[in-house]
């Protein structure tokens, strides 16, 4: 097969497709959450789908869209780990004639474009996720503090969008002042450990911002190992939904969190079927995030993961 270094490869209608869907990582419950998604919704439709995990690593997740590509699939649904070291998966399923939709995170936007290497990008504004946490903690702190930033996955979409919107917002603000800010790889015990490191540095932090809700997590645990108060003597803030950050909202351990809903399936699912019929499809399919804090915390609790 193979197709011109313009064209987009096409998609038959059909009844049942045979999909990839090339996950990055499952440490987390924001990724568990978007796999099961993705299942049921193709269960649901009754399509095949074609699973892989990369477990963290960008290598190993180029060698499964690979193996997606030998399996001959109709189309892959990628959530790209980094926003460089993808580009290769994404044009070696160009060229064989495979359309890719990313799901949730981006590729570098110098290399590759939505309608000629790739069919689109569904997923979240991450630069309005960290202006809107900046704006929240901004505010509650009174225009001052010492922020401790724990980023997400070095050389992801999310992780460089979300400090661009948080640092470009507290520019306008003279006494809201970045201290420290390292990765912590959007998980759990990476980023106990990072706040560990860095609250020793920075005794003086007041607050902490922190790219993902599981990183806030563990930022809350380093901080009462150091003898400090979540949400009192530190301000944490953070960006997903999960429920254990909902849970912290309500224990006031956590100030709020912003909205990145994890469930793709049936998004995901309805721009393939759209792009089938020949319709065409936005760069970009916006995914809208509501807003978690103490006002809505307890009632939403209830539908989180
Ligand atoms: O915020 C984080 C996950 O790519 C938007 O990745 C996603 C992020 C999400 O590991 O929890």
Request: aromatic residues 6%.
């Amino acid at each position: 097969g193979g197709v011109s270094a313009q064209e987009l490869p096409k998609l038959k209608q059909k009844e049942k497709y045979k999909v990839g869907f090339a996950q990055t990582e499952s440490n987390n419950p924001w990724r568990i959450a978007q796999t099961e998604s993705m299942k049921a919704e193709a269960a649901k439709l009754g399509h095949q789908l074609v699973y892989t995990d990369a477990a963290g690593s960008a290598a190993k997740q180029v060698a499964d869209v690979n193996s997606m590509i030998a399996q001959g699939v109709d189309l892959i649904f990628l959530a790209p780990r980094e926003e460089k070291p993808l580009i290769p998966a994404v044009m070696a399923a160009k060229r064989a004639g495979i359309p890719v939709i990313l799901l949730d995170r981006n590729v570098d936007q110098s290399l590759a474009k939505a309608g000629r290497d790739y069919v689109t990008f569904i997923g979240s504004d991450f630069v309005d996720e960290g202006k809107r946490a900046a704006e929240a903690l901004t505010k509650a702190m009174n225009g001052n503090a010492k922020i401790i930033q724990l980023e997400g996955t070095t050389g992801s979409s999310p992780a460089n969008d979300r400090r661009k919107g948080f640092e470009d917002y507290i520019k306008a603000h003279s006494g809201m002042k970045v201290v420290a800010s390292q990765s912590g790889d959007f998980a759990r015990d990476k980023g106990r450990q990072v706040a560990e490191t860095l609250l020793q540095a920075h005794p003086d932090a007041t607050a902490i911002y922190a790219h993902n809700d599981e990183m806030a997590i563990g930022a809350i645990a380093a901080l009462e190992a150091a003898g400090k108060k979540p949400g009192k003597d530190v301000i944490v803030v953070s960006i997903d939904g999960t429920r254990d950050a909902l849970q912290a909202i309500i224990d006031s351990k956590m100030l709020a969190t912003v909205e990145c809903n994890p469930k793709f399936g049936p998004k995901a699912f309805e721009t393939l079927a759209r792009y089938a019929k020949g319709e065409q499809i936005e760069p970009w399919v916006v995914n809208t995030d509501r807003f978690f804090d103490k006002s809505n915390a307890t009632q939403l609790i209830a539908d989180a993961y």
